[in-house]
C-alpha cells in the first residue's frame, strides 16, 4: 500500500509477570474477547484458564507474600493433546478441539466443574475451532480438506451440498471467522490459503502455494477484514487482499523453517501498528507499515 504514515509506535518494554507449567508442551493459547481471561491447551491433554486480573494483583507489591492463584480452573477431560481453543463470544463457555476428534464445552463459571457438560464427537482430528461471532454455529478445522460446520444448539454437522466436486485437498491447520462472520478462511496442508462465504459455505477464494510448497499453518483476518494475515513452514508471514487474493506485503526476519507457527494482528490500541508471528522458539514483532522485523524474542 503507498499510503503514507508517520513513525511507528514504539514498543513498550514486557518482562514475564507469571509462569504456570503444563506436563507437557503448550499447544495453543487464546485470550476470552473482553480480556479478561486467557485459556491454554497442552500434549498433556490438560487446559489452564488465567484470570489475568489476577496476574496484574500478584505483582502489586503487597500481594507478593499473598495466596494469589492466576490459574482458577483446570480442566482434564481430553484422551490425546489439545489442539485449539476458542471462547464463547457473549457465555462464560470455553471450546478445545483435540486429537482424540472431539470438541469439548466447558463452562468455566462453575467452580468445580473440571470435565466438559458437551462434546462433539468428530470423525477426524479436529485440528482447529472458531465459534460464529453470534455463538450459535462453530466451524472446525480437521483433517477431512472442508471445514465442519455446527450447529451448537442442535450439534448438526453441515458440509456444502457440492463438496466432492470443489477439487480441495490437504488437511485443515486453522479456520477463522472473521468479525461478522460473513466469511471465513482456512489454512490447509497442501498449501492453500481459501476464503469461504459465510452464508453459502463456498469456496470463493483459493490462493494455491501461498508460500510456495511450504504447508500453510495459519491464517487470520486483520482487524478492518479488509486482508488476511498468513504464515507458513518457511517462517514468512504473507499479506493478502481480500477481494483480489493479490499479495500485498511479505514480512521478513524469522529464520527457522519447516516448523509449525501462527500469525496474528494484535487489536488493542497500545499494539494495533504491530503484528505477531509465534514459532516453536522464537515471538516476532513486525512493523505492519513499514515491513519491518522490530524485535523477536527468544
Known sequence: MN??????????????????????????ARFSPDGRFLATGSADTSIKLVEIAKVKQMMQPEARDGPVRPVIRTFYDHQQPINDLDFHPQNTVLISGSKDRTIKFFDFSKTVAKRAFRVIQDTHNVRSVSFHPSGDYLLAGTDHSIPHLYDINTFKCYLPPNFLDMGVNGAINQVRYSSTGGMYVTASKDGAIRLWDGVTASCVRSIDGAH????????????????????????????????????????????????RCQVCQAHTACFEEFMFHVTVFTIYFFDVHFFQLSISIA
Open 3 to 28: 499510503d503514507t504514515k508517520g513513525p511507528s509506535k514504539n514498543i513498550p518494554k514486557h518482562e514475564s509477570q507469571h509462569i504456570s507449567e503444563h506436563k507437557n508442551v503448550s499447544r495453543c
Open 212 to 259: 510456495g510448497a511450504a504447508e500453510a499453518t495459519s491464517a487470520n483476518f486483520t482487524k478492518d477484514q479488509r486482508y488476511i494475515l498468513s504464515s507458513a513452514k518457511d517462517s514468512s508471514v504473507k499479506l493478502w487482499e481480500v477481494g483480489t487474493g493479490r499479495l500485498v506485503k511479505q514480512y521478513l526476519g524469522a529464520t527457522h523453517t519447516q516448523l
